[in-house]
């Protein structure tokens, strides 16, 4: 059967949001007169979630469950979905309603003038804390700065993508993950439609500060070289600044200058070089562990249960 509309959502111990998030995605979709499916990711989770997930998909033939034999994050997760799709225009939804489904008819409008990606750009957001408010706006700029591609500011993963980009991006099997940064690199033609992004049904946050920190050095270092560069400044301005020192240094002591005697101003020096050295120890260390994890060829994730008609 064609469908036209794949949602997919990544569930991690959502069970008191699925049957909100089924109700609403269904009313929305059905309004629409189009074929439609619902694929719901279940990334290992512990809290019951998987037992209403196969109960929703025993009583409703639009949903396609894909159960992970483990947790392996959120971007496999939505990779995943992206795999098992089978949708003209997919749609990448998170499960905790701050995304509001009945957005999406306003990308599938999008989506029939002839744009190939639509994303949605979070105008308001309900129920976050300033912290959380700053940290994100400073990520995405920061992002929008140093990274090679032009990632769209105050946007996340909610977006819908024709099936082109889709199948562009399932080419695309690195291990650490930035879906938004990946769907602007393959190109198309994009906009964006504003939202006012809502607090959670229920439960709390999957993205913590930690978690949050780590999706924005995979952004960093999976799109831009400019910590690297960072490293090789803070290597010539210290050298410069040694240069320099150096005949201050012979005029103070021909001089009889006591400035520079004792062992005070060697301890900085020699600190702040190996605090240099150490910063860009770690920053090749971050971007030759990737290459390693690429290197080991393991598979992104692995199912325990999923439709067999892929």
């Known amino acids: 059967m064609k469908i036209t509309y794949s949602i997919i959502a990544p569930i991690y111990n959502e069970k008191d949001n699925l049957p909100e998030l089924h109700r609403r995605v269904t009313e929305v979709m059905n309004s629409t007169g189009e074929t439609w499916e619902l694929v719901l990711v279940d990334d290992g989770s512990t809290d019951g979630s998987t037992d209403i997930l196969r109960n929703l998909a025993k009583a409703d033939s639009h949903i396609r469950p894909v159960i992970f034999a483990r947790n392996f994050g ?31 008819l306003e990308m599938a409008k999008k989506w029939k003038e002839g744009y190939e990606v639509v994303y949605a750009v979070r105008a308001e957001r309900e129920g976050e804390s300033w912290f959380k408010l700053w ?3 400073l990520f ?15 946007t996340g993963d909610f977006r819908l993508m024709d099936r082109k980009v889709v199948r562009v991006m399932n080419q695309m099997r690195e291990r650490h993950r930035f879906l938004r940064g990946m769907s602007a690199w393959v190109g198309f033609k994009q906009i964006g439609v504003d939202y006012k992004r809502a607090a959670r049904v229920a ?6 500060f930690r978690k949050m920190f780590r999706l924005a050095l995979n952004a960093i270092t999976g799109f831009s070289y400019f ?3 960072v490293a090789t400044y803070f290597g010539f301005v210290s050298a410069g600044l ?10 103070l002591r021909a001089s009889g200058s006591q400035a520079f005697f004792g062992q005070a101003s060697t301890l900085i020096a020699v600190l702040f070089l190996g605090g240099v050295q150490l910063i860009s120890l770690g920053i090749l260390g971050e971007y030759i562990g990737r290459l390693y994890d690429e290197a080991k060829g393991r ?10 008609d892929q």
């Not at 700029?141 to 032009?150: A, F, K, P, Q, Y």
């Open 227 to 229: 910590p690297l560069q």
């Open 135 to 137: 940290t994100a706006s």
């Open 242 to 251: 040694a240069i320099l020192a150096i005949p201050v240094v012979v005029y």
């Open 299 to 308: 598979p992104l994730y692995i199912v325990r249960e999923a439709p067999e």
């Open 203 to 208: 439960g709390e946050t999957k993205y913590p």
């Open 140 to 154: 995405y700029r920061l992002i929008s700065r140093i990274t090679d591609v032009n990632i769209p500011l105050d």
């Open 74 to 104: 959120h971007q496999v997760a939505v990779t995943a979905g992206l795999d098992y799709s089978r949708g003209d225009a997919v749609v990448v939804i998170d499960a905790d309603l701050q995304d509001p489904p009945e957005l999406i």
